[in-house]
């Protein structure tokens, strides 16, 4: 993550879980300092269709894992959808993307 | 030493113990890896020793001078180690791959909608504003939306 801001690159993280939830969770006990948002009615995760509906861990509607790189003009510049929730998005594929921005 | 690897069913225990072993450290040690989370090659490459030890080791249970109990233990460690071996190949293979299609999802090249949502403050903040404020009081190459399952 620092890599990533040195490269310019803000990482918004976006879930389910309330304010208060992450609060605790990622900025006190994890110790996380980039920015958290909540959306605890999936609005955005519906916009960007990527509701997991009736999970079967906790059986509510949850965002499933993905990521997009937006640049400031406010278009997508990579993504990646995950279709294995052990695969995720690696610091250096993104900041590999970031390098054609710019 | 001889005497005592020839009284316990060594086999069977060390193809029990490396299935425990297998099964278990990927939820608690591997998954911490990114290369050995992504693929968990090496807990299934652990499987494959282990099952041939527990075959080893019931073949060795059920030999004609073998108690009973040694046939039942045997049995119940050889069955213990391939669910664990069966629940791996589920996990890997089958739950984690159990996600809805997201055909609608932004694609590259396309704007992304914007936003409006609160941060852990309660302060609503906007995605034009995220692609907009300093980082390093220089103005942000890109904004990463991360979004993650959380913990509910």
Not at chain 1, 27 to 33: H, P, W
């Amino acid at each position: 993550m620092k890599a990533l801001t040195d490269a310019g690159i803000r990482p918004v993280a976006i879930s389910v879980d309330k304010p208060e939830k992450t609060r605790v969770k990622m900025v006190q006990e994890a110790g996380y300092t980039f920015t958290f948002l909540s959306d605890p009615e999936l609005e955005v995760i519906r916009r960007y269709d990527l509701v997991h509906a009736e999970e079967l861990a906790s059986g509510k509607d949850i965002a499933r894992p993905a990521e997009f790189l937006i640049d400031p003009a406010g278009t997508i510049r990579w993504r990646m959808v995950t279709e294995n929730f052990s695969v995720r998005a690696r610091a250096e594929n993104i900041l590999e993307a970031a390098k054609g921005l710019p | 030493m001889s005497g005592f690897m020839k009284r316990i069913n060594w086999q069977l225990w060390a193809g029990f113990v490396l299935s425990l072993f297998a099964g278990l450290s990927y939820p608690l040690l591997l998954s911490d890896w990114e290369l050995t989370r992504d693929y968990a090659w090496a807990n299934l490459a652990m499987f494959a020793p282990a099952m041939v030890l527990l075959i080893l080791g019931l073949r060795r249970a059920f030999k004609p001078d073998k108690r009973l109990v040694s046939k039942i233990f045997g049995s119940l460690a050889a069955a213990f180690g391939v669910s664990l071996l069966a629940g791996l190949l589920f996990l890997v293979f089958v739950a984690f791959r159990w996600l809805p299609e997201s055909a609608g999802a932004p694609q590259v090249g396309q704007k992304a909608p914007d936003f409006t949502l609160t941060d852990v403050n309660n302060k609503p903040v906007t995605l034009v504003q995220l692609l907009s404020e300093p980082i390093n009081n220089k103005p942000p190459g890109a904004v990463l939306l991360i979004f993650y399952r959380g913990y509910w």
